[in-house]
């Protein structure tokens, strides 16, 4: 079964950073898959952030959100099986639980990658607080 856990979220000051990671269990990257970040707010949808598509571990495709381009790097390492995102200076609107999420169909596309319904597995999520 496959099961995704974060961790790396916490409580930081503006312009500061943050990384996430996302350890994975089960879920091996030998054909076109989808990993990545969401985000989402009190009151507010659920939002992507950061997704990066492979093929046999090489990625090959990263897609962001307009808001944190420049911001946000997402990346991973094979060996450890496990997806990072780096974030970095901090705004208090990055305030928000990050869930990482992954499609083993690859079908993220970058007309439909923030679409949370396409991904079929989710982690329990991560808090991140920034203040100012």
């Known amino acids: 079964q496959v099961q995704l856990a974060e961790s790396g979220g916490g409580s930081v000051q503006v312009g500061e950073s943050l990384r996430l990671s996302c350890a994975t269990s089960?879920?091996?990257?030998?054909?076109?898959?989808?990993m990545g970040w969401f985000r989402q707010a009190p009151g507010k949808e659920r939002e992507g952030v950061a997704v990066?598509?492979?093929?046999?571990?090489?990625?090959?495709?990263?897609y962001y959100a307009d808001s944190v381009k420049g911001r946000f790097t997402i990346s991973r390492d094979n060996a450890k099986n496990t997806a990072y995102l780096q974030m970095r200076d901090l705004k208090p609107e990055d305030t928000a639980m990050y869930y990482c999420a992954a499609d083993s169909t690859g079908g993220c596309r970058s007309d439909n990658w923030g679409d949370s319904s396409g991904y079929n597995y989710w982690g329990q999520g991560t808090q991140v607080a920034v203040s100012s």
């Open positions: 990066m598509k492979s093929r046999s571990h090489l990625v090959y495709s990263t």
């Open positions: 089960e879920f091996r990257v030998d054909g076109t898959a989808c």
